[in-house]
């Protein structure tokens, strides 16, 4: 599974969240992630933002209330590794 380090932890009620752990993509998975890529192939970047902040709650296992309080710092390196994380799985269903 991959792992990103925040540079800047957010509170997560009484825990402090300091780091996000992907977890491996299931058959399950597929009605969220077919959901952004419609909003993204119909055009709607705010839903297809929306969907990516979703993904980012669905795949880590946390609340999307700590994935909204992610820094900006952290933003892109998050959903650069989400993206990484959906690529490689899509590279191993092409094998």
Do not use: C
């Not at 969240?17 to 192939?41: E, M, Q």
């Not at 952290?74 to 690529?87: F, I, K, N, T």
């Amino acid at each position: 599974m991959t792992t990103i380090t925040l540079t800047r932890p957010v509170a997560n009620g009484p825990s402090v969240v300091s780091s996000l752990t992907w977890k491996p993509v299931r058959l399950g998975d597929y009605p969220h992630i077919l959901r952004a890529a419609g909003s993204f192939a119909q055009g709607h970047l705010g839903a297809f933002s929306e969907d990516l902040l979703n993904l980012a709650g669905h795949f880590s296992g946390q609340p999307r209330a700590v994935i909204d309080a992610i820094d900006e710092v952290d933003g892109q390196p998050v959903l650069d590794s989400l993206a990484e994380h959906l690529a490689a799985h899509m590279a191993k269903l092409k094998k």
